[in-house]
């Protein structure tokens, strides 16, 4: 009998020991399993879902730098695409680095454009430019706005005029000349008109009024041909990428006959042609050209105020005068003062 009782209460001792070590068990594989949960979950809120963020952060918040037009409301939809980003599974499946936006370098050319993506902001569709130019629509900017324009480059003068513009921090647009690329072009120059937040145009490849116009008459199979060969040689250091639909036609379109054609004609391939409504007169015959910087700005703002005051002024100047960089400081500022800013063409 106490043979059997000191049995049962051996059982039921063991029984009891049992249940604590099983107690004891299922505590403490929960606190395990609580400690990784706690440890995964510390590791995602510290490392990993910070580093997606940031990921997406940079790209959002990337500055657009000071290159440029800082007065400028930007053209918010030219600007990279940017969606937010928020990782709803991180971690499981998708890995961060096939997630996270690519991060766009804004210096760099924006595809199939004549432009930087940093540039985007003040890049003007040369169809509205015109047409407020031509007083055909109103300009409904605070500011007045003008673009510099420079025709007939590259050539050895170039690098100075971009020095004038880079020290003021406003942008250009440089009507090319395919035979000066093919000439004086190197990728360092061409890429250096990108990075510099300017806009890129074709002029033309010879700018040889007889071949182009014969009998002062526009060929537009000839003008296309031109432009077609002066975009492959801008290409050849761009590379495929680089896109323009902007053209002056050589001369200005008022000078010929059969411009109606030659516009159509370059119209039915996206590209719109603009000539000017103000002159630096750096290319006017000697005696009617400015002969100081004051002068020349002066000269500028005159044709501006003579061809209808219209807020948006295009100057027509020239790289390839010696001059030119050497007077531009002034009409830069003579702009500035009359409370201009400063816009590409695209
Ligand atoms: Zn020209």
């Given at each position: 009998?106490?043979?059997?009782?000191?049995?049962?209460?051996?059982?039921?001792?063991?029984?009891?020991?049992?249940?604590?070590?099983?107690?004891?068990?299922?505590?403490?594989?929960?606190?395990?399993?609580?400690?990784?949960?706690?440890?995964?979950?510390?590791?995602?809120?510290?490392?990993?879902?910070?580093?997606l963020q940031e990921a997406?952060?940079?790209?959002?918040?990337?500055?657009?730098?000071?290159?440029?037009?800082?007065?400028?409301?930007?053209?918010?939809?030219?600007?990279?695409?940017?969606?937010?980003?928020?990782?709803?599974?991180?971690?499981?499946?998708?890995?961060?680095?096939?997630?996270?936006?690519?991060?766009?370098?804004?210096?760099?050319?924006?595809?199939?454009?004549?432009?930087?993506?940093?540039?985007?902001?003040?890049?003007?569709?040369?169809?509205?430019?015109?047409?407020?130019?031509?007083?055909?629509?109103?300009?409904?900017?605070?500011?007045?706005?003008?673009?510099?324009?420079?025709?007939?480059?590259?050539?050895?003068?170039?690098?100075?005029?971009?020095?004038?513009?880079?020290?003021?921090?406003?942008?250009?647009?440089?009507?090319?000349?395919?035979?000066?690329?093919?000439?004086?072009?190197?990728?360092?120059?061409?890429?250096?008109?990108?990075?510099?937040?300017?806009?890129?145009a074709v002029h033309s490849?010879?700018?040889?009024?007889?071949?182009?116009?014969?009998?002062?008459?526009?060929?537009?199979?000839?003008?296309?041909?031109?432009?077609?060969?002066?975009?492959?040689?801008?290409?050849?250091?761009?590379?495929?990428?680089?896109?323009?639909?902007?053209?002056?036609?050589?001369?200005?379109?008022?000078?010929?006959?059969?411009?109606?054609?030659?516009?159509?004609?370059?119209?039915?391939?996206?590209?719109?042609?603009?000539?000017?409504?103000?002159?630096?007169?750096?290319?006017?015959?000697?005696?009617?050209?400015?002969?100081?910087?004051?002068?020349?700005?002066?000269?500028?703002?005159?044709?501006?105020r003579d061809n209808g005051?219209?807020?948006?002024?295009?100057?027509?100047?020239?790289?390839?005068?010696?001059?030119?960089?050497?007077?531009?400081?002034?009409?830069?500022?003579?702009?500035?003062?009359?409370?201009?800013?400063?816009?590409?063409?695209?």
């Amino acid at each position: 009998m106490e043979d059997y009782i000191y049995k049962r209460q051996n059982f039921n001792q063991r029984e009891k020991l049992r249940k604590k070590r099983r107690r004891r068990k299922i505590f403490f594989s929960s606190v395990g399993v609580a400690l990784v949960l706690g440890a995964g979950g510390f590791f995602l809120r510290n490392t990993l879902l910070p580093k997606l963020q940031e990921a997406g952060d940079s790209f959002v918040k990337a500055p657009l730098p000071e290159a440029g037009n800082p007065g400028e409301a930007p053209k918010s939809e030219e600007l990279p695409e940017v969606k937010e980003f928020t990782p709803k599974r991180p971690a499981e499946k998708i890995p961060a680095e096939k997630t996270a936006p690519e991060v766009k370098d804004l210096k760099r050319l924006k595809e199939g454009s004549n432009h930087s993506y940093e540039a985007s902001a003040y890049a003007y569709d040369t169809r509205d430019v015109k047409a407020w130019m031509r007083g055909r629509k109103d300009f409904e900017g605070e500011k007045n706005l003008a673009f510099l324009t420079f025709d007939d480059g590259p050539h050895k003068n170039t690098e100075k005029v971009l020095d004038v513009l880079k020290r003021h921090g406003v942008p250009g647009t440089f009507f090319l000349l395919g035979d000066n690329v093919d000439k004086n072009g190197t990728p360092l120059l061409l890429q250096r008109y990108i990075e510099e937040g300017h806009g890129i145009a074709v002029h033309s490849y010879s700018h040889d009024y007889s071949y182009l116009y014969p009998g002062r008459s526009a060929r537009p199979d000839r003008i296309l041909e031109e432009y077609e060969k002066t975009r492959t040689s801008i290409r050849g250091h761009l590379g495929e990428s680089f896109d323009t639909h902007v053209f002056r036609f050589p001369g200005g379109s008022m000078s010929w006959k059969n411009m109606e054609e030659a516009q159509n004609a370059l119209l039915a391939e996206g590209i719109v042609d603009i000539d000017w409504n103000s002159m630096s007169g750096d290319a006017e015959p000697k005696n009617r050209r400015p002969a100081t910087s004051e002068a020349m700005g002066a000269y500028a703002m005159k044709t501006f105020r003579d061809n209808g005051d219209r807020k948006v002024a295009v100057i027509l100047m020239h790289d390839v005068q010696k001059t030119t960089p050497e007077y531009l400081d002034h009409l830069i500022d003579e702009f500035l003062e009359a409370g201009f800013t400063f816009g590409i063409l695209k």
